[in-house]
């Protein structure tokens, strides 16, 4: 808040709002394709969009429920491979883009139902390891069963999505269009959620899952709810990436994917949904622009430097760097600030105390 | 028949590799309940460590004579001790602050520093393989229709010898006392005046050491590295650690052998391919049905 | 009418027997305490009560239902709830949102609702909101009301708990020590606030060591040592009981 209190005091009353600014957000958002001087930056936006998509379903899991997902790339892949399947030569099926936004999103949730039943009960690291290991075993077993997945070629020539007779084609304005309008859908849903009593559950289990079932939470059915949330989510990106890139194969949902949008999260503001959005952007644009970018630029300059190859280093600083110093991300929400520097005062307490022990031992 | 005792064979030596690897994770573990993430790059910096001395000793194939004790003795020692400074400094530098923040933080600066390293091991020795040098003489010996090679039995053994000497370390040293001490009750340790950050950081030394040796000993055994090595065996070999019981140095070293051999069975009976898929179900599997592990102890939550 | 029983009730772990054969009851209505030593298996019995532990023997009754080996969000919901020891607020949430949370078992709003915020559920919501402000003031919160809850006096959290425990419009509510490090006047106000509660109707059982605060406000006192009752009875009655001295003091030289 602090980054934009300055700008927003400027603004009349009217328009200070939280409506408003949603308002504005998406006015511009609109406005984008027309900025961009060819088609290049609309199908970034469009690529784009479907990682917010990613980004808002893993904030729902990890940002308000608290459980470390890090396997999310899997729903992904289920989404995706959906669309795959039933609109595609592959096996002949072709059942139109709408229908299937909600059968993928549907199967995804279920497949988010499947492993968090048994799981969910772990202690949160455990869990973790659990979702890796899901996130493993999902991608390599797409890669194994090539008589119905097309194996390491994945599954071309999809279909692309009508709109009442209207073709999407090859121009990615159609497919912003429609991302956008999903964005719009899932902020609103997840903003619901967070502002309701599945929301409040979520966030009592976060803090203490005990204290939370004598309010009569039922802790595995809430987390699980979750989860299907967050998979559903996925399912809607992994459908309408599918239909835009007209292909899926395996080496899309690779574990550095699922690291890329929880990187999103602790860059924007785990828990907070403008902050994510931000947060799923920026890195966006590093992967697109900014790193090949800079790399021509260095090459111009004469510096044989490949910014391109060192993403993972990138990402990896920035995991690092947030967590130790802004864990709270660039747009925190009020709660997830305190909960994270009140740690901050308990450790010096904490030092101080032990600083006294270690006096009265010696 | 023969070819079941073949991949025993096999299992057994790449079974040693990953107890090695997980005995690193489940002393951090055990110590301040974190997966370190990192653990599996620090065990192919290892090799690469290995690499680099060999290269320094003029070394690119196989060594004969006494000359041969001592390559190994300076290789060996140097990927330890380079990897157990690693350890320390990523401690250090990334956990430490983060000793009392909420569960998730340490996990995703883990990951962070697992990326980071895996990246600066790609801009070391670039994105393919790199060859590794044979350097000890390889003869194989005839067990009925079963081969055993030489190499094979020097990573049983090595394994087995830095396991034992851990072994004496934590149960019959002051420091391991200490090492105990701080696992079971960091505040109490603390009251009895042990030092926990230096034990801390002791752990860090000597788990990473260890991975360093595994490092040194997968170099010579496969013949060849990768920088992304790292995240594959550092999933199996946390596996390993969580079938034997996460902070069970016995378990590690049982489940480290027991996740090899599943390995080398899944591949030869079924195919290389569902190894992995076999491997992370066991994970997956024994996480949900028996998460304490075959030799952990489940605890009862007092409230 | 019984409202809890209990009825030869043991808890083990490992080899410590916590609870031994504990025959308790609570009539409907009244304020019960629970009193002994250090470790005799007060908070154990409370832990039973909710669900945390599942008996190693013996059977929980409660208005009627057996509720042995019972989830704890299922006894919550049946109409049993509780403060802890070490207060176990949901600290990054504000007063109202910690007892907002406290109404879950009476709300209804599910998934759709939540997600749709349908005109049921924001109906709903008004109404738990208005029920949370005049919790807030039942319990002397009315300035705290989006203050963190971490970030209250140890008194007024001690309170919040109570008014989080008492939104889920319970039967019976217990209250594990809940005048520990209060002074004086604070526990005056805990006194008056215990009456307050079961003029509601509300049966309050308490585990407590102030024993001036047990001895005016129970009506009825058990005692625990290792595990066992060793009496019951009237404060007048457990006062004067020999075995409960000696628990206390240790036996006469």
Not at chain 2, 48 to 70: K, R, W, Y
């Amino acid at each position: 808040m602090r980054l934009i209190a300055p700008l927003t005091a400027r603004l009349p009353p009217a328009l200070r709002t939280p409506r408003a600014g949603t308002a504005l957000a998406f006015a511009a958002a609109l406005a984008l394709p027309f900025i961009g001087r060819n088609g290049a930056f609309t199908n970034f936006l469009a690529d784009a969009g479907a990682f917010v998509l990613l980004a808002l379903g893993l904030n729902i899991v990890v940002g308000f429920a608290g459980l470390l997902d890090l396997g999310y790339a899997a729903f992904f892949a289920i989404g995706s491979y959906s669309y795959a399947m039933l609109a595609s030569p592959q096996f002949g099926i072709h059942l139109p883009f709408w229908v299937l936004l909600f059968v993928a999103s549907a199967i995804a949730a279920i497949f988010g139902i499947l492993l968090g039943a048994p799981t969910l009960r772990l202690r949160g690291d455990y869990l973790a390891i659990v979702t890796l290991g899901f996130g493993e075993i999902v991608p390599q077993t797409f890669l194994n069963l090539s008589q119905w997945t097309g194996g390491p070629n994945g599954i071309g020539s999809l279909d692309q999505p009508v709109l009442f007779g209207y073709r999407f084609g090859f121009n990615p304005l159609p497919y912003y269009l429609m991302v956008l309008g999903l964005i719009a859908l899932a902020a609103w849903l997840a903003n619901n959620l967070r502002t309701s009593r599945l929301g409040r559950a979520w966030m009592a289990i976060r803090e203490d899952e005990l204290a939370a079932a004598h309010m009569g939470i039922n802790t595995t059915s809430t987390k699980l709810a979750a989860f299907a949330m967050g998979a559903s989510f996925s399912g809607l990106a992994g459908c309408a990436l599918a239909s835009k890139l007209q292909l899926v194969s395996p080496d899309q949902f690779m574990f550095n994917v699922s690291v890329f949008v929880l990187a999103m999260l602790v860059l924007g503001g785990m828990g907070n949904i403008p902050g994510v959005i931000v947060g799923s952007l920026i890195l966006s644009a590093l992967e697109r622009f900014i790193l090949p970018q800079t790399t021509n630029f260095m090459h111009n300059v004469g510096l044989n430097v490949d910014l391109t190859n060192s993403r993972f280093l990138i990402y990896g600083v920035i995991l690092v760097t947030m967590m130790l110093f802004r864990p709270e991300g660039l747009i925190p929400s009020r709660q997830r600030n305190a909960e994270l520097h009140a740690g901050q005062a308990d450790r010096r307490a904490a030092a101080a105390e032990g600083e006294l022990l270690t006096e009265v031992i010696h | 028949m023969d070819v079941f005792f073949q991949q025993l064979i096999n299992g057994l030596s790449l079974g040693g590799i990953y107890a090695l690897i997980a005995l690193g994770y489940t002393m951090v573990y055990g110590i301040i309940e974190l997966i370190n993430f990192a653990h599996g790059d620090v065990y192919t910096l290892g090799t690469f460590f290995s690499l680099a001395i060999l290269t320094l000793l003029g070394v690119d194939s196989v060594v004969h004579g006494p000359a041969l004790i001592g390559v190994l003795a300076v290789t060996i020692l140097g990927a330890m001790i380079l990897c157990g400074l690693t350890g320390v400094i990523i401690e250090r530098l990334a956990y430490r602050r983060l000793r009392n923040a909420p569960k998730l933080a340490p996990l995703i600066t883990a990951i962070g520093m697992s990326f980071i390293l895996e990246n600066l091991m790609l801009y070391w020795r670039g994105p393919s393989p790199v060859p590794f040098p044979q350097v000890i003489p390889n003869p194989q010996f005839a067990l009925g229709a079963v081969t055993i090679q030489a190499k094979q039995i020097i990573v049983v053994l090595l394994a087995v010898v830095l396991m034992v000497v851990l072994q004496t370390f934590v149960y019959n040293t002051r420091l391991g006392k200490a090492m105990r001490a701080t696992a079971q009750d960091k505040d109490a340790a603390q009251l009895m005046g042990i030092d926990i950050n230096t034990t801390i950081a002791l752990t860090f030394l000597i788990g990473s050491a260890l991975a360093g040796a595994a490092g040194f000993v997968s170099g010579m055994y496969y013949g060849s590295t990768w920088f992304f090595n790292g995240f594959g065996a550092g999933l199996k070999a946390f596996t390993a650690a969580v079938l034997g019981g996460i902070g069970n140095l016995a378990g590690a070293m049982l489940g480290g052998f027991l996740i090899g051999l599943i390995e080398a069975m899944t591949t030869q009976f079924i195919s290389d391919q569902w190894s992995n898929v076999v491997v992370f179900s066991v994970l997956v599997l024994v996480l949900i049905f028996r998460p304490s592990g075959l030799l952990g102890e489940s605890l009862p939550n007092k409230v | 009418m019984a409202l809890l029983t209990m009825e030869g009730v043991t808890q083990r772990f490992g080899g410590l027997t916590a609870v031994d054969a504990l025959d308790f009851t609570i009539e409907a209505g009244s304020i019960v305490a629970m009193i002994g030593p250090n470790g005799a298996g007060k908070s154990t019995a409370f832990n039973l009560i909710t669900g945390i532990y599942t008996p190693s023997a013996g059977r929980i009754a409660f208005a009627g239902t057996d509720i042995t080996g019972w989830a704890t969000s299922r006894i919550a919901a049946l109409g049993i709830a509780r403060t802890f020891q070490n207060i176990r607020l949901f600290g990054f949430m504000s007063a109202i949102d910690n007892v907002l949370t406290g109404e879950h078992a009476r709300l209804h709003a599910n998934l759709v609702d939540s997600l749709l915020h349908t005109p049921r559920q924001r109906a709903e919501e008004g109404a738990a909101r208005e029920r949370a402000l005049a919790m807030l003031a039942f319990v002397g919160l009315e300035d705290a009301v989006e203050s963190y809850a971490r970030n209250l006096a140890y008194g007024v959290q001690r309170r919040l708990e109570i008014g989080r425990a008492l939104a889920s419009e319970p039967k019976l509510l217990l209250l594990d020590e809940p005048a520990a490090g209060m002074n004086p006047s604070e526990k005056r106000d805990l006194v008056a606030l215990i009456r307050k509660i079961r003029d509601r109707g509300i049966t309050v059982f308490l585990i407590e060591h102030d024993m001036a605060l047990v001895m005016e406000i129970s009506e009825r006192i058990t005692v625990l040592d290792h595990g066992e009752k060793i009496a019951e009875g009237d404060p007048a009655q457990v006062r004067s009981d020999p075995k409960v001295i000696e628990a206390y003091l240790g036996s006469p030289a």
